[in-house]
């Protein structure tokens, strides 16, 4: 039997996409464009984080409550926010999301938010940029970046920078 080229690499190009694993590729956002994406920008303290179930039941969301101490764009009236982002462990079932973002407990962050509908129940606000729109801000005073990689734009990208100058450089950009 013989086979045209034009056949064999529509036959190659199938199976390249069928065992290809799927790749997510951001571009790198700067301090100025998640500032002027988001409808609030915060720094606070992660007071639980908790995994559930989507309402429709198809995936697994994780919900961060945050007690802020400063807002430093837009305006909240509530001291405690719901952040959410998919990905998290609900029982012995868990979902990893590439480039997402992970809140721990207790953690010390600034992040850059955007108002929307719960994935759960009710309203929360998902984070800018995935893991971009998320900083930690270390005992040292200085605030880090990690758990995404960029296709483009890593100069642009703010990380291991002071956290007093982070904020001036948010402020700037209103």
């Not at 080229?5 to 100025?32: D, F, K, N, Q, W």
């Not at 908790?50 to 429709?56: A, E, G, I, L, P």
């Not at 900083?135 to 007093?164: C, E, H, L, W």
Request: proline share 1%; aromatic share 4%.
């Amino acid at each position: 039997m013989r086979l045209s080229i034009s056949c064999i690499g529509a036959i190659l190009l199938i199976v390249t996409l069928s065992v290809s694993p799927s790749i997510s590729i951001m571009r790198g956002m700067g301090t100025a464009e998640l500032t002027n994406l988001s409808d609030l920008v915060i720094r606070g303290n992660v007071e639980n984080v908790q995994s559930y179930w989507s309402s429709d039941h198809t995936t697994i969301i994780t919900q961060a409550v945050v007690v802020y101490d400063t807002v430093i764009r837009g305006n909240i009236r509530e001291k405690r926010i719901t952040v959410e982002y998919e990905g998290g462990e609900v029982g012995d079932t868990g979902l990893r999301v590439s480039d997402s973002v992970e809140i721990r407990t207790g953690e010390d962050v600034v992040l850059f938010l955007k108002r929307g509908k719960s994935r759960r129940a009710g309203r929360a606000f998902g984070v800018v940029g995935k893991a971009q729109g998320k900083y930690t801000v270390g005992s040292d005073g200085i605030a880090r970046k990690k758990g995404f990689s960029v296709i483009d734009g890593q100069g642009m990208i703010d990380n291991n920078i002071p956290v007093q100058k982070l904020l001036d450089k948010i402020r700037k950009a209103q």
